[in-house]
C-alpha cells in the first residue's frame, strides 16, 4: 500500500490536494545522507542562536554523502517537525496543491511519505 517511484498521488491534507506524479522515493534519508538524527536533535535542543544554526547546517550538508537531500532533512527537522520523518518523495506536480490558500510555486519537490496519498 505504500508509495512507489510511478505512483499518481496528492497531499490529503491540504485545501487543495494537487496532483502529481512521484520521480524519486528514498526510504531511509538520514541514512543515505550520512547524518544522525540524535546529533541534529541533540544540537537543536541546545537553542542555538539562527548564525550557529546556520553554520552547524551547512556544515553537516558540506560533510554529508548527499548534500541535496541533507538539505531537505533539515528543512523538516530544525524548526518545527515533532518526529522524525525519514521516507521521503519527489513529486512533479502537474496540479500544484495549496500552500495556504494560494497554490505552491514548486514543479519538483520533496515531501515527506506520510504526508501524500496515491490517487
Same mark, same amino acid.
Given at each position: 500500500?505504500?508509495?512507489?517511484?510511478?505512483?499518481?498521488?496528492?497531499?490529503?491534507r491540504?485545501k487543495?490536494?494537487?496532483?502529481?506524479?512521484?520521480?524519486?522515493?528514498?526510504?531511509?534519508?538520514?541514512?543515505?545522507?550520512g547524518l544522525?538524527?540524535?546529533?541534529?536533535?541533540?544540537?537543536?535542543? %541546545?537553542?542555538p542562536?539562527? $548564525?550557529?544554526?546556520?553554520? #552547524?547546517? @551547512?556544515? &553537516?550538508?558540506?560533510q554529508?554523502?548527499?548534500?541535496?537531500?541533507?538539505?531537505i532533512?533539515?528543512?523538516?527537522? %530544525?524548526?518545527?517537525?515533532? $518526529?522524525?520523518k525519514k521516507? #521521503?518523495? @519527489?513529486? &512533479?506536480?502537474?496540479?500544484?496543491?495549496?500552500?495556504?490558500?494560494?497554490?505552491?510555486?514548486?514543479?519538483?519537490?520533496?515531501?515527506?511519505?506520510?504526508?501524500?496519498?496515491?490517487?
Open positions: 500500500m505504500g508509495v512507489s517511484v510511478g505512483d499518481l498521488v496528492c497531499l490529503y491540504r487543495n490536494k494537487g496532483f502529481g506524479l512521484v520521480l524519486e522515493k528514498v526510504d531511509d534519508l538520514p541514512h543515505k545522507a544522525s538524527h540524535q546529533e541534529i536533535m541533540g544540537y537543536i535542543k %541546545t537553542k542562536d539562527w $548564525k550557529d544554526l546556520h553554520e #552547524f547546517k @551547512k556544515a &553537516r550538508i558540506d554529508s554523502r548527499a548534500p541535496e537531500l541533507a538539505g532533512y533539515f528543512a523538516y527537522h %530544525t524548526s518545527w517537525a515533532a $518526529k522524525e521516507s #521521503f518523495v @519527489k513529486i &512533479r506536480w502537474f496540479k500544484q496543491p495549496s500552500a495556504w490558500e494560494s497554490p505552491t510555486r514548486e514543479v519538483e519537490a520533496w515531501y515527506p511519505v506520510d504526508w501524500i496519498r496515491k490517487v
